[in-house]
């Protein structure tokens, strides 16, 4: 049996939307134990519940939407809150968009970490994949089997010399998550830039808070945090999207080609499987104690 958790303290952050390029505000602050993971528009005087049911968008980003009011580009913070655990959360917001900070979740995790974690009186309840199921469109699939932890294998084919075939098979748990996931920046290519603006998307992006690849390879200064940096962003999107089921998944998940439509479809589909899964308070990870021993540092660590 595991607890549910919230944070600790309020937090504060800023930054700029990746789409919208517009400065964004948010607080963190905990909640009680069953209220689940809720952004509130300040601006709006509006509730977006992190739902499947308020999806409105998955196109270079996912977008929740409730009467009107949405909240785009969620994805990195929710999976740094999945990644950690956190059950219960209001994410304070003004602004359209969450702020896409250096495009990776390890600046969700500081912060995280810096508000602290607190247990609660209240048992965490998980989604447990009892029977396989897939998902098929076009190139792209999605697969679960039963598992006793959260399993991601992820593969990905791009035809450009800087990516090609790359895959990735990981047990995702906190100290995984914060060193080897949550640092993977999103990526795009230096040809596309002009239509996605021209479409009013990435109007902030940069090499400040992505991987830009142009036709001879990274034009990133830095270079890569990873080799493998590309497929391990592809990951930290699905633990994001997947946040979205309500409850934290436990299975093994077989992802090749895929992107945020692809997830939430399959999500959706799998949640309307009721013989596939079942949701438990019993599972893998019985150890509580080892969370306090996660350190920014760990967070920060690129290889």
Do not use: W
């Not at 944070?7 to 930054?15: A, D, L």
């Not at 528009?41 to 509006?46: L, N, P, Q, V, W």
């Not at 409105?56 to 009467?67: E, G, I």
């Not at 602290?116 to 469109?137: H, M």
Request: hydrophobic share 40%.
């Amino acid at each position: 049996m595991r607890n549910q958790r919230t944070i600790k303290k309020e937090i504060t952050f800023s930054g700029i939307g990746l789409h919208t390029g517009k400065e964004a505000f948010v607080t963190l602050k905990p909640a009680p134990r069953n209220s689940g993971i809720v952004f509130y528009r300040r601006d709006k005087h509006a509730l977006i519940h992190a739902n499947i049911l308020n999806i409105c968008d998955t196109a270079f980003a996912t977008t929740l939407s409730y009467n009107g009011t949405k909240i785009r580009t969620v994805e990195h913070i929710l999976s740094a809150l999945s990644g950690l655990g956190i059950d219960n959360i209001l994410i304070e917001v003004v602004g359209p968009e969450i702020p896409i900070l250096d495009g990776s979740a390890t600046l969700f995790v500081e912060l995280i970490l810096e508000a602290g974690i607190a247990k609660q009186s209240a048992q965490k309840q998980f989604i447990k994949i009892i029977r396989p199921f897939v998902y098929e469109n076009n190139h792209t699939s999605i697969a679960c089997f039963p598992s006793n932890e959260l399993k991601i294998s992820y593969s990905i084919d791009f035809n450009h010399n800087a990516i090609r075939h790359q895959e990735m098979t990981i047990e995702i748990n906190e100290f995984t998550f914060a060193k080897d996931i949550a640092p993977a920046r999103t990526f795009g290519f230096l040809k596309d830039v002009e239509a996605l603006r021209a479409n009013g998307l990435a109007k902030g992006g940069s090499l400040e808070n992505a991987v830009v690849i142009g036709d001879s390879g990274v034009i990133n200064p830095s270079g890569l945090r990873f080799s493998n940096e590309f497929v391990r962003h592809k990951i930290l999107d699905t633990i994001g999207d997947f946040a979205l089921a309500g409850y934290p998944l436990i299975g093994h998940f077989v992802l090749s080609r895929s992107g945020h439509h692809a997830n939430t479809r399959f999500l959706a589909e799998l949640l309307a499987c009721r013989g596939c899964y079942k949701i438990t308070t019993e599972n893998a990870f019985t150890n509580e104690s080892h969370f306090s021993e996660i350190s920014i540092q760990t967070a920060q660590t690129q290889i």
